[in-house]
C-alpha cells in the first residue's frame, strides 16, 4: 500500500511542480515579449498564443547547439498563421526583426532564443490540454 501512496506523491509532486514551473514561466515569457518588442506587432500578450506556431531563423534552437548563430542568416521571428477558409491554409508573418545575427547583441539574441523555448514550453500545455479535452468525449461515447 504504502508504494501506492509513494507513486501518488510523486505525480502529485510533479504535477504541481508543472504547474509552478508553468506560472513562472508565463511571467518571464510576457516580460520577454514587451523587452524583444513583439509587442508591437501582437495587440496582446494572449494572442500570442493563437498563432500554431512561432519559430526562429538565424539561430539554432537545437538542444545540442542552443542559441549558436547561423552566420549570414538574419535573426528574425516568425509565427505560422493558420486560416482554414483561406485559399492558403497557412502562412507565416515576422514578428520581429533583429538584422544579420551575427550583428545582434549576444544578450538579445539569447533572449530572443529563450521567447521561442517559452513559448514552446507554454504552448506544449495548451496542446495537452486540447487533446485531453478531446479525449473526453471517448470516455463519454464507452461509458
Known sequence: ?????????????????????????????????????????????????????????????????????????????????YDREAVVKSKNISLAYFGRVENVESELKDKVVEFIIRYRFEKSFMTLEHYHGMLATFRKVSE
Open 1 to 81: 500500500m504504502s508504494s501506492a501512496l509513494d507513486r501518488l506523491k510523486n505525480l502529485t509532486n510533479k504535477i504541481s511542480s508543472y504547474e509552478l514551473a508553468r506560472k513562472e514561466n508565463l511571467k518571464i515569457l510576457e516580460n520577454l515579449f514587451n523587452e524583444i518588442c513583439i509587442n508591437e506587432k501582437v495587440e496582446t500578450f494572449n494572442d500570442l498564443f493563437n498563432f500554431k506556431a512561432i519559430n526562429l531563423s538565424g539561430a539554432s534552437l537545437l538542444e545540442d547547439s542552443l542559441g549558436e548563430i547561423k552566420e549570414g542568416k538574419y535573426l528574425q521571428v516568425l509565427a505560422i498563421s
